[in-house]
């Protein structure tokens, strides 16, 4: 059949603001999760990452969150800037393996 | 430390052919993932090879395959190419030790089939 393109779901904010970033994960078995950013024409790019242990991690600007109650993963991004501008991935592993979510664009305007 | 270093950058071939894709992981990893990446699917698990051998293997035909080296350098390849495999390919290194499984991505090999 014919590929249809994922249609990303955008989040668009302005320099300065505090970004929220949000991923449901399915597998309630996993117990690691990896956000990473893609910018055009690169490879996804390794951010922050959580073990199912904890129910948040900070980094710098950026803050993890886990709700395994409801299978939520999001990732916060203080003070956002227009380099934050890119396509952001959950990732949920298990087994070494790891399945990524379908992927928010994010864009940043000045 | 450089990172992970995919060949070639772009492809173009045609229904039929075969490709090969390297990867060169981060000095010290001993995992490698491939991953394909595309706008309908998203990215999806190929395979994982540690020490030479494959340790995962995701839902893809036989046509897909992969090896690695006892460098931990690896090659994936495809044959008789469909127009459908015209993707990103993404190759990932680890350590894959119990303190640290991050996934570190090249920059991917762009395959067109034409």
């Known amino acids: 059949g014919e590929s249809v393109g994922l249609h990303l779901p955008t989040l668009s904010v302005q320099e300065g603001d505090n970004s929220i970033i949000n991923c449901a994960y399915s597998n309630s078995a996993s117990d690691y999760f990896i956000w990473y950013k893609q910018e055009s024409g690169k490879g996804p790019q390794f951010i922050i990452d959580?073990?199912?242990?904890?129910d948040k991690r900070q980094g710098q600007r950026v803050t993890v969150l886990l709700n395994k109650t409801v299978k939520h993963l999001s990732l916060q991004i203080a003070a956002t800037q227009p380099g934050d501008s890119a396509v952001y991935f959950c990732?949920?592993?298990?087994?070494?393996?790891?399945?990524f979510g379908k992927g928010t664009m994010l864009l940043v305007s000045p | 430390k450089a990172g992970v270093t995919q060949t070639p950058r772009y492809l173009i071939k045609t229904r039929g052919q075969q490709v090969t894709l390297s990867c060169s992981p981060i000095?010290?990893?001993?995992?490698v993932s491939w991953y394909q990446q595309t706008p309908g699917q998203g990215l999806q698990f190929l395979f994982e090879?540690?020490?030479?051998?494959?340790?995962n293997k995701g839902n893809f035909p036989g046509r897909f395959s992969g090896r690695q080296f006892s460098n931990s350098r690896s090659e994936m390849n495809v044959s008789t190419l469909e127009l459908g495999d015209s993707a990103l390919y993404l190759c990932a290194s680890s350590p894959r030790d119990s303190l640290n499984e991050k996934l570190f991505f090249g920059s991917g090999t762009q395959l067109s089939v034409l």
């Open positions: 959580i073990r199912s242990n904890m």
């Open positions: 090879y540690f020490s030479e051998t494959q340790r």
């Open positions: 000095s010290g990893h001993r995992s």
């Open positions: 990732a949920e592993m298990e087994y070494s393996t790891l399945t």
